[in-house]
T-cell receptor, first 117, second 111 residues
Framework: GAVVSQHPSWVICKSGTSVKIECRSL??????MFWYRQFPKQSLMLMAT?????????EQGVEKDKFLINHASLTLSTLTVTSAHPEDSSFYIC?????????????FGQGTRLTVV | SQQGEEDPQALSIQEGENATMNCSYK?????LQWYRQNSGRGLVHLIL?????REKHSGRLRVTLDTSKKSSSLLITASRAADTASYFC???????????FGTGTQLKVEL
């Protein structure tokens, strides 16, 4: 199957700083990528849809100025958590699907554990 | 919320036993998918069942789908300790573009 790589796997940052998480599709071009957030022992909640060459689409309740998404190339999307606070500590996961294949399986990155201290 | 419900929330069994997880959803679907997540890791796709299918097998996995009841079940036969993970059902919403996950079942298989 297709491979999606996410980096870093974990990061610890101080309150007030910004953290960037990268999501790469390694063997296919992804015009659309998805960012999820997951709290311990809970399900994945979709935060936003990242669109190559255009603005991301955010889900209701997600602050677009807080979670900056950039999808500048067909293989890379980044999520920047700005002015991070302890409540932003969570597990962030990206995913992508092979273009042209709607309603099919998604491929996920390994996830990033963010801890804000 | 469009999130599906899964039960049980947690399941603990002995190695060799079968594990059954159930998923219910509210909207119509083209297909329903099951994913596995090991602790602190990303998700791995297990199986996809289309809306016109009632049952599907993949190795030790068996998935059923009842569109009239808007429910699906995942059966893992002859479980192994390595099957310990969280299992999520998922379906597409937002016009077939967004993948929405159920609440998940945490499976623990003990030796």
């Amino acid at each position: 199957g297709a491979v999606v790589s996410q980096h870093p796997s974990w990061v610890i940052c101080k309150s007030g700083t910004s953290v960037k998480i990268e999501c790469r599709s390694l063997d296919f071009q992804a015009t659309t990528m998805f960012w999820y957030r997951q709290f311990p022992k809970q399900s994945l909640m979709l935060m936003a849809t990242s669109n190559e060459g255009s603005k991301a689409t955010y889900e209701q309740g997600v602050e677009k100025d807080k979670f900056l998404i950039n999808h500048a190339s067909l293989t890379l999307s980044t999520l920047t958590v700005t002015s991070a606070h302890p409540e932003d500590s969570s597990f962030y996961i990206c995913s992508a699907r092979v273009p042209g294949q709607r309603n099919t399986e998604a491929f996920f990155g390994q996830g990033t554990r963010l801890t804000v201290v | 919320s469009q999130q599906g419900e899964e039960d049980p929330q947690a399941l603990s069994i002995q190695e060799g036993e079968n594990a059954t997880m159930n998923c219910s959803y509210k909207t119509s679907i083209n297909n329903l998918q099951w994913y596995r997540q090991n602790s602190g890791r990303g998700l791995v796709h297990l199986i996809l069942i289309r809306s016109n299918e009632r049952e599907k097998h993949s190795g030790r996995l068996r998935v059923t789908l009842d569109t009239s009841k808007k429910s699906s079940s995942l059966l893992i036969t002859a479980s192994r300790a390595a099957d310990t993970a969280s299992y999520f059902c998922a379906r597409f919403t937002g016009g077939g573009n967004k993948l929405t996950f159920g609440t998940g079942t945490q499976l623990k298989v003990e030796l």
